[in-house]
């Protein structure tokens, strides 16, 4: 529960402390005197979102700390140890705001994001405003409240959760969908052109292979002409050929006594010489003996060579990227194969996480159904105990009838109302008045706080437009649930002032040149004048004291006996 409230230069708090204690607490004080603001501030030590106003003129920040004894909430304990953000002692929630914007909040001395001390605070505190009643006009409204109040929170989000999946599985499987024709379509044209280039199966150095061959049969006739050209020149011509011209010049040169030691490296390159001539008329020899100029051989070549370049031409690519060109839709290929597969792939988990729905809302639609009679009659009772005799009130549970999986479940939840005797019931925002409204409102929050896992109730004037007998019975009820944890009140009614465990006066302290906002916990004599101050004005009369004190003492024996 809350124990303790601590406020720094918020709004026009200067400084404020409170102790807060189990059981009912009621705030009083006049209009304007800051009793709202002091759950505002409570709020954002939560994690409510604010801006630099709030922080108090001439201050450089806003600094409001709460401190919360953790004994019987073993949920808050567990997500604090998950974070390594346990401690000993009270668990301190802290925010500061800058009056330049900037925020900064902190679990126990532990600087933390802000999502992290709302998400907290929602395990902790469960605050109820005079506008929520407003709110309960929306749908999604009722759905929440009788979701909590069927202890359904954790199994609506899982429902929402695959929902959420669903859909979005479906919106990639349709995106490929749309594209499966032009893919289909694709896929056959690379399927067809891969098998031209594997059927054409070139090799790796074939294309360089075939165009020197190629040039070599061309050039058969010519080629084979300088061959016997040569051979005649080196070897055959009967008016004189190299080797002749050689061995002759050898025989001059060789053998003679006297010789000069400077000709014997002629003599040894001539020698070469005629060795490497008659070599090389051997090599054109055997040329001759063993080359044949195939035409076929030559045909076929051109053939080949002609697939080569017409496939090369149909891609507008060179001959030798054909290799290239080949592995490239080889991957396009496959990866259009594995497109395929993520359809079917996607249609799985789409019929997966639709089963997961069904089961879930199937549950969800189960818990409803069960509780939204419970609730109904809860609320009922109460109403007609708020100054509505005849009051009915009914939850109608409406399936939907989308082909959408809802994030919702599979019913719209709606509360009907009938505010007087022989009345159908209709639509709440159909019929009651803002009274009656106020009055339903307050009925709603009794009866899901009673289920309220959260051991703070805050209850921020939600007895506006209520008064007389009625007011004294919304004491009663708020009375009845401080008896089973903590709650918070603020509110103008002395009715419900009078029920409260412990009274705090909110007031004004108005210095020379500023005025100031201040909180006094009131003893037995004070509590009375303050309740008999809010019955009959500020001059406190002996019949406006007695009626007070009576009333003081009436719901201190009431809640003795």
């Not at 995106?175 to 031209?196: F, K, N, P, V």
């Not at 050689?246 to 060789?254: D, E, F, T, Y």
């Amino acid at each position: 529960m809350l124990v303790h409230l601590s406020i720094r230069n918020y709004a026009i708090v200067e400084q404020l402390d409170l102790e807060l204690r189990a059981g009912m607490s009621v705030i009083t004080g006049e209009t304007g005197a800051g009793k709202s603001i002091m759950l505002d501030a409570l709020g954002l030590a939560l994690g409510d979102r604010t801006d630099s106003g709030v922080v108090r003129p001439g201050a450089d920040k806003a600094d409001i700390l709460a401190s919360f004894d953790l004994g019987s909430i073993a949920e808050a304990q567990q997500w604090l140890a998950e974070r390594d953000l346990d401690s000993d002692g009270p668990c301190i929630l802290r925010r500061v705001i800058t009056a330049e914007g900037r925020s900064r909040a902190y679990i126990n001395g532990t600087p933390c994001p802000l999502g992290d001390l709302k998400h907290l605070g929602e395990l902790l505190i469960d605050i109820h405003s005079q506008h929520e009643h407003q709110s309960l006009l929306k749908p999604d409204t009722h759905r929440r409240l009788l979701d909590a109040y069927a202890g359904g929170g954790e199994l609506a989000r899982q429902v929402q959760l695959a929902a959420q999946r669903w859909r979005q599985t479906r919106s990639e499987l349709e995106h490929l969908s749309r594209s499966s024709e032009e893919q289909h379509a694709r896929q056959q044209l690379l399927s067809y052109q891969l098998e031209e280039l594997d059927n054409l199966a070139l090799g790796a150095s074939e294309l360089e292979q075939l165009e020197q061959e190629h040039k070599t049969l061309g050039n058969a006739e010519s080629l084979l002409g300088a061959c016997r050209q040569v051979l005649e020149l080196c070897s055959e011509s009967d008016s004189g050929n190299v080797l002749g011209a050689l061995s002759s010049s050898l025989q001059r040169l060789g053998g003679g006594p006297g010789q000069p030691a400077a000709l014997e490296e002629a003599v040894n390159l001539l020698t070469s010489a005629q060795i490497q001539v008659e070599e090389a008329v051997s090599s054109l020899n055997r040329f001759l003996d063993h080359f044949e100029a195939d035409p076929q051989r030559l045909q076929q070549i051109e053939e080949r060579l002609d697939s080569i370049y017409s496939l090369a031409r149909k891609h507008r690519i060179l001959p030798t990227e054909l290799h290239a060109l080949q592995e490239q839709l080889r991957s396009e290929l496959q990866a259009l194969h594995a497109d395929d597969a993520a359809v079917e792939r996607l249609g799985a988990e789409l019929e997966a996480y639709a089963r997961h729905y069904r089961d879930k809302a199937g549950e969800l639609s189960n818990l409803r159904r069960e509780a939204a009679g419970r609730l109904a009659g809860a609320v009922e009772t109460e109403m007609q105990r708020l100054g509505m005799p005849g009051g009915r009130f009914a939850i109608a549970l409406q399936p939907t009838d989308s082909a959408e999986l809802q994030p919702q479940g599979q019913e719209q939840v709606e509360f009907q109302v009938s505010a007087n005797p022989g009345q159908p019931l209709k639509g709440l925002a159909k019929v009651a008045s803002g009274g009656e409204l106020s009055r339903i409102s307050l009925a709603i929050q009794v009866i899901t706080a009673q289920t309220s896992r959260v051991p703070t109730l805050v209850f921020d004037e939600v007895d506006v437009g209520i008064g007389g007998p009625t007011a004294e019975v919304v004491g009663q009820l708020l009375r009845r649930l401080g008896e089973r944890g903590q709650v918070i009140t603020v509110t103008h009614l002395p009715q419900v002032a009078a029920q409260g465990h412990q009274h705090l006066f909110v007031h004004k302290e108005r210095g020379s040149s500023e005025t100031r906002t201040a909180v006094a916990q009131l003893g037995q004599h004070q509590r009375i004048e303050e309740v008999a101050r809010m019955l009959g004005g500020l001059d406190l009369t002996r019949e406006s004291l007695a009626h007070a004190r009576k009333m003081v003492q009436g719901a201190q024996r009431a809640a003795a006996a």
